[in-house]
């Protein structure tokens, strides 16, 4: 196989090419969702998504310039070797005694400005070298961009240094794991290591080092060996290729294919969309549930508002509505002494301080507090509806939806309190007809007064034997007798025959004053307990959709 052939077979999978403005907006999509969650999810959920998105506008920030590959490996296994054999100067030191790299070392290539990516990715300043001087002429051209780093090695006895490793390829844009013929398919490499890079498989490449200890057939043996563990890792296709710090085969086949990942300025938007792809994957489950349709159900809200009612007490509003109707229609289509004797009892709406008149202060009613049955009542259908908006959706979301429904339950008593209180009962007004009744009744009595007195003076003027006018006649009654029996004749009759239009007219105002209340009630039920979940579903919907923005 020619040279070519084997770079490009080494040339890291590519993959598609990754746009900054889709990745951007891919970013945008995790934080929405975040921002949607938060207040519902456990924290510890959204950790991952939380550093993903601040890596990825830190990253995105620092120098697009520059592509940071990172060599990491088991302790003895060359990283620091191969990393002076790129640099082609002896920078890391090289030791006998295990491990001997403990701080991640960096080789620059060109161009400047690395400082703050360095600061960032936290490699000290003496740590810090740079290539590509005047003496080297063209020769480095190639890895021009290239952030080079020696990484401590992640099998260590030192906690430390696994630490540092692990701290560190989070950060990096490419990572070269770098495998020496005795530990190539060592479990903690792959099961701790290579398995969780299943998502960066274009910014994955694996060398095994040494192989100037092997002959080519071994060498061959071993690659086929290594390749068959990484397609177990779900790294299948990711490159995988010998290499020597010391003899054949060299470094060419690494050295070129850093000069194309350099190149091609994808690996460090590769790896944050890996990164993205990882937390999209991890939160999927989170909002697994296509909503469809209206989750709050109007039925069970029709139940929940029923029993908000009888717990506000509208029943008993609604039948003293009804009463106070008769009781002041009768003060005044009545007859007028029976009117005196009504307007010396308060209304039943009085007496319960709901008499205040539509739009002015409500003054706290004397309805009775709600019993602990109908306060149950009212949870239990609160649940209800809870139930049923959180059906379907996957954990912890039915969890949130109830406890949406209770957020604001403390606040219900008093909502309905001055929601009944305040609710216009559309008592205030006397209805034309009442004052047509009530002249009617006026004048009949005035007649049967008149009547009366006019009777009364004729029989004093007969008493005292005074000659007395003429009386005139109405038929064969005397007019004053007319009137009075007239008068209260007519009184009675119309405050009889008022009466059925009385009660139909009561039984309207109920039904009015219900109809009222029952929309003041919903309205309570809606603002305190409705409206919360309603807010849980859409920052479900939210995230939902934010998701699928990352996802893309
Ligand atoms: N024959 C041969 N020996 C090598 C090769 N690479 C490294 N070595 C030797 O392996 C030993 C360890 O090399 P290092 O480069 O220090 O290994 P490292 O991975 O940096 O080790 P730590 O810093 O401890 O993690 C040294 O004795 C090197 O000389 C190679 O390609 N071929
Ligand atoms: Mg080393």
Request: glycine share 8%.
């Amino acid at each position: 196989m020619s040279l070519v052939d084997k770079i490009k077979q080494a040339i890291p999978r590519q993959g598609g090419a990754v746009d900054a403005d889709r990745l951007a907006d891919r970013v945008d999509g995790l934080r929405r969702f975040v921002q949607a969650t938060e207040d519902h999810v456990p924290d510890a959920q959204l950790v991952t998504a939380r550093t993903v998105i601040d890596r990825a506008g830190e990253r995105l920030a620092l120098s697009r310039a520059h592509t940071v590959v990172a060599l990491a490996g088991a302790t003895g296994s060359g990283k620091s070797s191969l990393f002076n054999a790129l640099c082609r100067f002896q920078l890391s030191r090289v030791g006998v005694r295990r491990p001997t790299t403990g701080v991640a070392h960096a080789c620059v290539w060109g161009p400047q400005g690395a400082g703050p990516l360095l600061d960032w990715l936290g490699v000290p300043p003496n740590r810090r070298f740079t290539r590509e001087s005047a003496l080297d002429g063209n020769d480095e051209a190639g890895l021009r961009g290239l952030v080079l780093l020696d990484l401590p090695d992640f099998d260590s006895i030192e906690a430390r240094h696994r630490l540092e490793v692990d701290r560190l390829l989070r950060l990096v844009d490419l990572v070269v794991w770098v495998l020496d013929p005795q530990k190539y398919a060592d479990r903690v490499v792959h099961q701790q290591y290579l398995t969780q890079f299943q998502r960066h498989r274009d910014v994955t490449v694996v060398v095994l080092n040494q192989a100037d200890r092997l002959n080519r057939t071994d060498s061959e043996r071993l690659v086929a060996d290594l390749r068959r563990l990484l397609e177990a890792d779900g790294l299948g296709g990711v490159p995988a290729f010998p290499t020597s710090a010391k003899g054949q085969p060299g470094l060419d086949l690494l050295r070129a294919t850093l000069e194309r990942t350099v190149e091609r300025r994808q690996a460090a938007l590769q790896r944050l969309a890996g990164d993205v792809s990882g937390a999209v994957g991890d939160l999927e489950p989170l909002v697994a549930a296509e909503v469809r349709g209206e989750k709050i159900q109007p039925a069970a809200v029709h139940r929940l508002a029923d029993s908000l009612a009888v717990a506000a007490g509208v029943p008993i509003v609604v039948t003293a509505t009804e009463r106070t109707y008769r009781h002041r229609a009768t003060g005044v289509l009545g007859w007028p002494v029976a009117r005196w004797a009504r307007k010396l009892r308060p209304d039943p709406l009085r007496r319960l301080h709901l008499d205040q008149p539509a739009g002015g202060t409500p003054a706290a009613s004397s309805l009775p507090e709600s019993t602990a049955a109908q306060k149950a009542a009212v949870a239990l259908a609160s649940r209800e509806v809870a139930e049923q908006a959180g059906a379907g959706l996957p954990e912890p979301w039915p969890a949130a939806v109830t406890a949406a429904s209770r957020a604001r339950l403390d606040d219900v008593p008093d909502a309905l309190d001055v929601a009944v209180a305040s609710a216009d009962l559309g008592m205030d007004r006397k209805p034309f007809w009442w004052r047509l009744v009530g002249g009617l009744q006026w004048l009949a009595a005035a007649a049967a007064l008149a009547g009366l007195l006019w009777l009364g003076v004729r029989a004093v003027f007969a008493f005292l034997g005074l000659p007395g006018v003429d009386t005139p006649q109405v038929g064969r009654l005397p007019l004053p007798t007319t009137l009075l029996a007239g008068g209260l004749l007519f009184g009675l009759l119309l405050s009889i025959v008022v009466r059925p239009i009385v009660g139909l007219a009561a039984r309207r105002a109920r039904a009015r004053a219900e109809r009222r209340l029952r929309a003041a009630i919903a309205e309570v039920a809606d603002v305190h307990i409705v409206a919360p979940m309603r807010g849980v579903l859409r920052s479900y919907d939210d995230a939902r959709d934010a998701l699928r923005t990352a996802a893309r």
